[in-house]
Each structure stands twice: as C-alpha cells, then as structure tokens.
T-cell receptor
C-alpha cells in the first residue's frame, strides 16, 4: 500500500544555514504532496504543496523539490531561524474525493544558535 | 489554524467512562477528519466526514464513533475509554482532493 517515509528523524542546523528535509514515497501514482510544520503543543500547519506535474515549487524561504523518477521529495528551508524549530511532515492523500492523508513519521528540526 | 477549534484542550478521564471531543470550524469545509498522534506512529486517521450525517472509518476506528449534525461541528466519541486511547487528537478540515487539510491545535486526552 501507499506509504510516506522520512529519511531522518532528527536534523540539527546552525541558525542562518539552509536545511533540507527529505521524504520518500512508494506509490508511483501519487500526484499530490504536502509539507506540514508542527510546533510543540500545536497542530500541523500547512507549509507548501506540490502536484506531480511540477518538479519544484517555491514559497517564502521554502522550496519543495519533487523527483518522480526516484519517488522522492524534499523541503528546503533557506536561512533557518529559531522559529523554524519544529517537526516537519510530508503527507499524501490516498484516495480521491476525500482528502485522507497519510503522514510520514516526521523529522525534528533543531536550530542551533 | 483559527478556523478549527477543538475542545477541551486537555482532559483526564478514567477507564470505562465515555468521552466526547468537539471540533468546530468556521471555514465551511466540506470534509472533516479526526486523527490521533502517538509517538512512533505519527498521525493516524480515525474517522472522517464528507458531509452532514455522512461519515466513514479511517485506519484506527475501533472504539471510536463520530457524528456530524451540521457542517460546523464534528464530534468524536469514545464510548468506553481505554488506556490505549491516551493520545493527542487532532481535528482537520478540508475541501476536495489535491488541497491541504487545516488542523486544530489538538486535544490531549489521558485515560487513567
């Protein structure tokens, strides 16, 4: 069945550096992916999404890259700030009509001063 | 997301008691969802609703029921709480396929 996985459970970066969080998926028919950020004590917050007809999508300080050949996507955060410390999830919907999301386990991003 | 409000934010209850968690949305989302989040398991779907009075099961629905009598409100009920239902519960709302879900800030439930 479909699964969405994250490569690393934790990632530490220096403030001001760029961060890259990776995610692998197994269903080659997947056509939509979402990245969420979850801060302590809060619910997942939508960051950015990408459809399979795109390879790259940029937001404010964030970029998502999609490599359909190897079924991999990544979230790049530029010039990381203390407020970027959180757990990051990738997710994909598994059926059409209702947005049933399958989530990866998450990567905890820690920003070192 | 201010459009999704969950209550209570924290609850402690005893094994065997019924518990109802509430989710209220102001975004007119057609679809609403209940997820639970546990260490090592991530977010798992309990139940979802695709309209008023229309609900369906998710991957971990045993021991839970839901009701949606109006668009704005989606209730999750644990008929007889067990310790395995100690978790953080998230409600989410969204539209059709290929659009993101928007989450509330969760309810932390402890069953003693």
């Amino acid at each position: 069945g479909e699964s969405v996985g994250l490569h690393l459970p934790t990632l530490s970066v220096q403030e001001g550096d760029n961060s890259i969080i990776n995610c692998a998926y197994s269903n080659s028919a997947s056509d939509y992916f979402i990245w969420y950020k979850q801060e302590s004590g809060k619910g997942p917050q939508f960051i950015i999404d990408i459809r399979s007809n795109m390879d790259k999508r940029q937001g404010q300080r964030v970029t998502v890259l999609l490599n359909k050949t190897v079924k991999h996507l990544s979230l790049q955060i530029a010039a990381t700030q203390p407020g970027d410390s959180a757990v990051y999830f990738c997710a994909e919907p598994i059926i059409q009509g209702a947005q049933k999301l399958v989530f990866g386990q998450g990567t905890r991003l820690t920003i070192n001063p | 997301d201010a459009g999704i409000t969950q209550s209570p934010r924290h609850k402690v209850t005893e094994t065997g008691t019924p518990v109802t968690l509430r989710c209220h949305q102001t975004e007119n989302h057609r679809y609403m969802y209940w997820y639970r989040q546990d260490p090592g398991h991530g977010l798992r779907l309990i139940h979802y609703s695709y309209g008023v009075k229309d609900t369906d099961k998710g991957e971990v629905s045993d021991g839970y029921s839901v009701s949606r009598s109006k668009t704005e409100d989606f209730l999750l009920t644990l008929e007889s709480a067990t310790s395995s239902q100690t978790s953080v519960y998230f409600c989410a709302g969204g539209g059709l396929y290929n659009s993101p879900l928007h989450f509330g800030n969760g309810t932390r439930l402890t069953v003693t």
